[in-house]
């Protein structure tokens, strides 16, 4: 499909991303076979939740899943928190890509001729990191993500029903403003439910920092990963749940480590969020705040001439890939662009959505990353209609990391 007729279809469409972790590697990690192993946490919770070993197995799960998926997002609101060389240098290129997408997708936006078609995109996705977030307000564009207020932020989804728009000062002329309305399926490190009945903003990351706080004696948590030969390489792989289990039944119980790892289980369970696993919508159907997010996403998916791209996400999700597989056969008029990592993801997603009644999913784009999709589909279209060049884009970039410098 070429550039030309993408930009074509957006005009001429509902604007609509699906963003998952694989947006935001090499930074963070993706999510991987973590979800077998707090799938597998899960069904032996009700039955082994006071036993040593199962406390150990399940710190051990999760920490490593808050090491390597979460706790970068510090970085974002604090320049100070130290990074290697290296995980310096991937969080500034992550970082790059999303104020590239985002900018390019204001103009997008902005430039579309369409007048019957509201100038938003709805961008929903399953991280909790915050790399959208902190650009959209960087950059000063407009933007819904569910929270309304100033001082005291809560989140209600009919927040996502505004537009914004541009008075002239010397003439009755009114312009409508480009909008992102800013989905976080699985909850955000940013969200913060100390008060019961409404979920409020918290942009400190406080329940991020006292994790970080936590350290834990040599030898406590078991090695979640293991050294394995593949075709003569060597590769790092996640261990399975039950080698996992018997390592963490050999742990000798030790009264003095229990007050370390409920402090931990404590603190983590004040994040907002719906942990990876496979039950994760059963567990969590009465969570108003995740239903009708989801329901939301069906909605927008049924609207007639709409597009979903999709960037960095797997579809392993049952509950999302059932709802878009059902939009997929009821919805002639939607178009699902599926942008695959490789031809092994390619082949997966296309098994996930077979028979379809409508030609209207496109997973060919294979071999596009998350910088791939942003610089050479949608900048690239930008740069098209003559809005953007490459040769502003890095001034903008460095603009922004020198204010995250000085700030």
Known sequence: MENEKILKIIESSHFNFLIGSGASRNYLETLGNIEDLLTSLDRDFQNNRN?????????SIKYWYFDKCIRGNLKLIDDKFTLSEDKQNDFIATNEIYITLLQTLNILLLKRRNKLLPKEVNIFTTNMDIFLDINLDKLGLEFNDGFNGKFNKSFNTANYQKSFYKNSSQYSIRSELPVFNLFKLHGSVTWDKSN?????????????????EICFPEQLLISLIKEMDVDGKTE?????????KKEAEKKIDIEETH???DKFYTIYDKLVMINPTKEKFENTT???????????????????????????????????????YRALNSNPTLLIIVFNYSEGSKKQIDGFFPNLKYKNLYTDFVGFDFKKIANEIFLSIAEHIGESSKNEKPIIIQNIINTEKTE
Do not use: C
Request: no cysteine; proline share 1%; net charge negative.
């Open 51 to 59: 036993k040593y070993w199962f406390k150990v197995l399940d710190t």
């Open 259 to 261: 007050e370390n790892l």
């Open 286 to 324: 009465l969570r108003l705040e995740y239903y009708e997010q989801i329901r939301m996403f069906s909605n927008i998916l049924e609207r007639e001439n709409s597009v979903l791209f999709v960037a960095g996400f797997s579809f392993a999700d049952e509950h999302i890939r059932q709802i878009t």
């Open 196 to 212: 019961d009945t409404k979920i409020k903003y918290d942009p400190n990351l406080i329940a991020l920092n006292d994790l970080n």
């Open 236 to 244: 790092i792989i996640l261990k399975d749940y039950n080698e996992l």
